[in-house]
Structure formats: structure tokens, C-alpha cells
């Protein structure tokens, strides 16, 4: 699976970014999707991650109620809908992929495949 992450950019605070996340292969559909960020001088951290059907859907604490994931499999797509963005959301943004599983976890290591990542600047 080859991922490719695109719509990051330049946004006020509290404005609004889409993500989305392109992907190669047939088996796309089968695997659980996640969207991580790292911001500069910080570990990678967990955002959100849907399940391959889209009904299993868990956030991270800090942009549950603003961000958004979903997926069309038809497409071979994932997006991530961010709204109401703050300073502290500026990250490079990476969507990845869990071969392995059918439901989405927020752990790092159990995403095997991952796109080169989206910048997503907030100024305050």
C-alpha cells in the first residue's frame, strides 16, 4: 500500500482544513486507517483511526469534537475534516495504514504503512 497525504497549508485560528490521504492497492479497503501528527521537537502522536467498514471510529482527547475521520473505499480514500483549529494543531500530518487489523487502535507501531506527511500550519 502506498499512501499519499495532501491539503495541509496556512490557516487562522479557528478556521478549517480538510486532509485527505490517497491510497494504492486493492486491499485498502481491508485495513483500519489512522492520521498521526508530529509537531516539531515532539514524539509522532495519535490523532484519529477508522475501521475499514468506517463504523468503528476512536480520537485522540485533544481534537475529539473538532476533527473528523472518514473514508471511501470505492475511492481509496481518507480524510480528515478539521475544524475549529488552534496554534497548538500546527504538525506535519500522516495518514498510515494497519495491515494487520480491521479496527483502528492509536498505537504507533501498529501502523505498518505510512504517507510522507502534510503540513499544517495555525497561526494565532
Known amino acids: 500500500v502506498q499512501l499519499q497525504a495532501s491539503g495541509g497549508g496556512l490557516v487562522q485560528a479557528g478556521g478549517s482544513l480538510r486532509l485527505s490521504c490517497a491510497a494504492s492497492?486493492?486491499?485498502?479497503?481491508?485495513?483500519?486507517m489512522g492520521w498521526f501528527r508530529q509537531a516539531p521537537g515532539k514524539e509522532r502522536e495519535f490523532v484519529a483511526g477508522?475501521?475499514?467498514?468506517?463504523?468503528?471510529?476512536i480520537y485522540a482527547h485533544s481534537v475529539k469534537g473538532r476533527f473528523t475521520i472518514s473514508r471511501d473505499n470505492a475511492k481509496n480514500m481518507v480524510y480528515l475534516q478539521m475544524n475549529s483549529l488552534k496554534p497548538e494543531d500546527t504538525a506535519v500530518y500522516y495518514c498510515?495504514?494497519?495491515?494487520?487489523?480491521?479496527?483502528?487502535?492509536?498505537?504507533?507501531?501498529?501502523?505498518?504503512?505510512w504517507g510522507q506527511g502534510t503540513l499544517v500550519t495555525v497561526s494565532s
Open positions: 477508522i475501521s475499514w467498514s468506517g463504523r468503528s471510529i
Open positions: 498510515a495504514a494497519d495491515p494487520r487489523s480491521k479496527i483502528p487502535t492509536s498505537l504507533l507501531g501498529d501502523y505498518d504503512y
Open positions: 492497492g486493492r486491499t485498502f479497503s481491508s485495513y483500519a
